[in-house]
């Protein structure tokens, strides 16, 4: 079974600019999360989505939004790019609802504003 | 605020050796706790505790978690060079207290095995 997969990799924007980035869970998940990683923040929960809806969201601004389609994959979109948004973009997949299912994570997206 | 801590934040120990890794939590609504490894960038499931009391066990690894104290171990023994990795340490808080929802991670312990 395939993994959940993350498009693109790699990335490198300018400030203000905006950058969607996609997640395709594993076949049968119907639950997608997405979580930033930084040195200095470590791991942190951006938002979470079940069935096309939202259910759980972490403290970030509203330049950070997403949306699930109804093959289950995701996107997340972050507006007005500010440095502070480089980071690891990890999506993690799992079967039911509910952050503590277990949950599969994605190669990650590395972001690089400048 | 929430807050989880993890430590040690490094550890550096022999082939063989067994750790105790350490996280800690003040949160206003607990569901559960979580571990995860990572090796390299994504991180990947170890355990979910709910209960106190209740050791978790994966070969090698186990867990317990102290709702009381409120805190939570992960020990490996035997430990190998594979083991190397960052333990993350999450707490699931549930939303119904009206703050932020979902995972809360700690800064992680870095492991090193040497051999």
Redesign the interface.
Known sequence: KAGVTQTPRYLIKTRGQQVTLSCSPISGHRSV?W?QQTPGQ????L??YFSETQR????FPGRFSGRQFSNSRSEMNVSTLELGDSA?Y?C?SSRGQG??D???????TRLTVL | EDKVVQSPLSLVVHEGDTVTLNCSYEVTNFRSLLWYKQEKKAPTFLFMLTSSGIEKKSGRLSSILDKKELFSILNITATQTGDSAIYLCAVDLDDSGGGADGLTFGKGTHLIIQP
């Open positions: 999360s979580y470590g791991l942190q929960f938002f979470e759980n969201k972490g403290n690891l990890l993690a952050l503590t277990t949950q599969y994570f994605g190669p990650g």
